[in-house]
């Protein structure tokens, strides 16, 4: 008979979540041993929820600070080519292909349980500065279509998908996203505190509480 798999053990061979001493230090990524930028926000957005790994938050925490403090640009996005490069060394990255949808997609994941754990305003700040600059630009509003990459290259342009001739990952991400724009406009507290983390026209109904909110 086979041995039952330990999810919670397994999911700690992931080496974004074996970050080193020298890394943490010197606030630079793993890189090499990362891949494609997409895959690590992916992965401790897996495990966040399982309370039994103990160095989760630490090590969400950690990625958050180095992606958006030392691999992002000022939009919010960060990566070219779905690849991270040194810590703080972004002019010369900046091409057709920066801000993939997807790693958007997923940093604001990421940030939303870090918000939820903290309330920390920092994460609530980061979110809304990558919600309006990654995420909305990111459907054409005249065709529906989505965009891969949000290019940062002076002179370039958006370069939309198409109906027939492009699927990427960034359609079901971005589809997504659009399908819960809502999603972390509030937070509450475990008692009556309510928090507004976007400023966009919408209303909120608490009825456990008896609160109606509309701005």
Same mark, same amino acid.
């Given at each position: 008979?086979?041995?039952?798999?330990?999810?919670?053990?397994?999911?700690?061979i992931?080496?974004? =979540?074996?970050?080193?001493?020298?890394s943490?230090? %010197? #606030?630079? =990524?793993p890189?090499? #041993?990362?891949?494609?930028?997409?895959?690590?926000?992916?992965? =401790?957005?897996?495990?966040?929820?399982?309370?039994?790994l %103990?160095?989760t938050?630490?090590?969400?925490?950690?990625?958050?600070?180095a992606?958006?403090?030392?691999?992002?640009?000022?939009?919010?996005?960060?990566n070219? *080519?779905?690849?991270?490069?040194?810590?703080?060394?972004?002019?010369?990255?900046?091409?057709?292909?920066?801000?993939?949808?997807?790693?958007?997609?997923?940093?604001? #994941?990421?940030?939303?349980? =870090?918000?939820?754990?903290? $309330?920390?305003?920092?994460? $609530?700040?980061?979110?809304?500065?990558a919600?309006?600059?990654?995420?909305?630009?990111?459907q054409?509003?005249?065709?529906?279509?989505?965009?891969?990459?949000?290019?940062l290259?002076?002179?370039? +342009? %958006?370069?939309?998908?198409?109906?027939?001739?492009?699927?990427?990952?960034?359609y !079901?991400? *971005?589809?997504?996203?659009?399908?819960?724009?809502?999603?972390?406009?509030?937070?509450?507290? +475990? !008692?009556? !505190?309510?928090?507004?983390?976007l400023?966009?026209?919408?209303?909120?109904?608490?009825?456990? %509480?008896? +609160?109606?909110?509309?701005?």
């Amino acid at each position: 008979s086979m041995s039952p798999i330990n999810f919670c053990e397994s999911a700690t061979i992931f080496p974004e =979540l074996r970050m080193s001493s020298e890394s943490r230090t %010197k #606030k630079s =990524l793993p890189v090499s #041993k990362m891949g494609c930028a997409v895959t690590p926000p992916a992965s =401790l957005i897996g495990i966040a929820g399982w309370p039994e790994l %103990k160095s989760t938050g630490n090590a969400t925490a950690f990625f958050w600070d180095a992606v958006t403090n030392h691999h992002s640009y000022a939009t919010g996005g960060s990566n070219s *080519g779905e690849h991270w490069g040194p810590p703080d060394k972004l002019a010369d990255t900046l091409s057709s292909s920066n801000q993939e949808t997807c790693t958007s997609y997923n940093i604001l #994941k990421v940030t939303r349980d =870090l918000i939820r754990w903290t $309330g920390d305003p920092k994460y $609530g700040d980061f979110y809304e500065r990558a919600y309006f600059n990654g995420i909305l630009p990111a459907q054409r509003p005249d065709t529906g279509m989505m965009i891969y990459y949000l290019p940062l290259e002076a002179g370039n +342009v %958006k370069h939309w998908g198409g109906r027939l001739d492009a699927f990427w990952c960034c359609y !079901g991400t *971005g589809v997504e996203s659009f399908a819960k724009l809502q999603d972390s406009v509030y937070f509450h507290d +475990v !008692g009556d !505190g309510l928090y507004v983390n976007l400023y966009v026209p919408s209303e909120l109904t608490w009825a456990e %509480k008896g +609160v109606r909110l509309t701005q």
